[in-house]
T-cell receptor, first 114, second 115 residues
Framework: ETGVTQTPRHLVMGMTNKKSLKCEQH?????MYWYKQSAKKPLELMFV???????ENNSVPSRFSPECPNSSHLFLHLHTLQPEDSALYLC?????????????FGAGSRLTVL | AQTVTQSQPEMSVQEAETVTLSCTYD???????LFWYKQPPSRQMILVIR??????QNATENRFSVNFQKAAKSFSLKISDSQLGDAAMYFC????????????FGQGTILTVHP
């Protein structure tokens, strides 16, 4: 596996379910991110982890709970979501250095909340 | 707060022709980076090109080039010799010089390439 891998690619869940999205990066990067891509809206940054510490939480509701157990893995735990949470959730990673700090994205997890 | 605006929801181009996608941004920072990302139907966001604000020279990557007008806060993408594989959603993105990977994205432009 290379790059950034996200699973599952598609997820359908009810409002009372608990599920998790998984992201794994094989690039040796030290920062990981969750972005939300909704229809007709710009991508929104949700969380940033640097060296496994959360350094940014962009006013995300508590029904989204991130977890970064090590620098290669990032999870997004989902609980009692709302239909408006249906979106494409993109994971990204980067190497935090001085300069452009280019993000490499995964292919996303398409979430549908019924 | 920084904002990024892509005023063209959709664009189309004939194969082998040239097309320019527009992007403007608003910032009070002097140190920042600008990016164009491509998102094909596979959904994987792919970096097309990047520009450092302190560099006056426009970035170029093969058939892709930018027209960076810092004073006007404009960052357009030119695709030359368009190919069918260029069809995708294109996003312009901004990152401040001191932030982590916090990219601010535009709304995106859907590019269709006609054979």
């Amino acid at each position: 596996e290379t790059g950034v891998t996200q699973t599952p690619r598609h997820l359908v869940m009810g409002m009372t379910n608990k599920k998790s999205l998984k992201c794994e990066q094989h690039l040796g990067h030290n920062a990981m991110y969750w972005y939300k891509q909704s229809a007709k809206k710009p991508l929104e940054l949700m969380f940033v982890y640097s060296l496994e510490e959360r350094v940014e939480n962009n006013s995300v509701p508590s029904r989204f709970s991130p977890e970064c157990p090590n620098s290669s893995h990032l999870f997004l735990h989902l609980h009692t979501l709302q239909p408006e949470d249906s979106a494409l959730y993109l994971c990204a990673s980067s190497q935090l250095v001085t300069g452009a700090n280019v993000l490499t994205f995964g292919a996303g997890s398409r979430l549908t909340v019924l | 707060a920084q904002t990024v605006t892509q005023s063209q929801p959709e664009m189309s181009v004939q194969e082998a022709e040239t097309v320019t996608l527009s992007c403007t941004y608003d910032t009070s920072e002097s140190d920042y980076y600008l990016f164009w990302y491509k998102q094909p139907p596979s959904r994987q966001m792919i970096l097309v090109i990047r520009q450092e604000a302190y560099k006056q020279q426009n970035a170029t990557e093969n058939r892709f080039s930018v027209n960076f007008q810092k004073a006007a806060k404009s960052f357009s993408l030119k695709i030359s010799d368009s190919q069918l594989g260029d069809a995708a959603m294109y996003f312009c993105a901004y990152r401040g010089g001191t932030s982590y990977g916090k990219l601010t994205f535009g709304q995106g432009t859907i590019l269709t390439v006609h054979p």
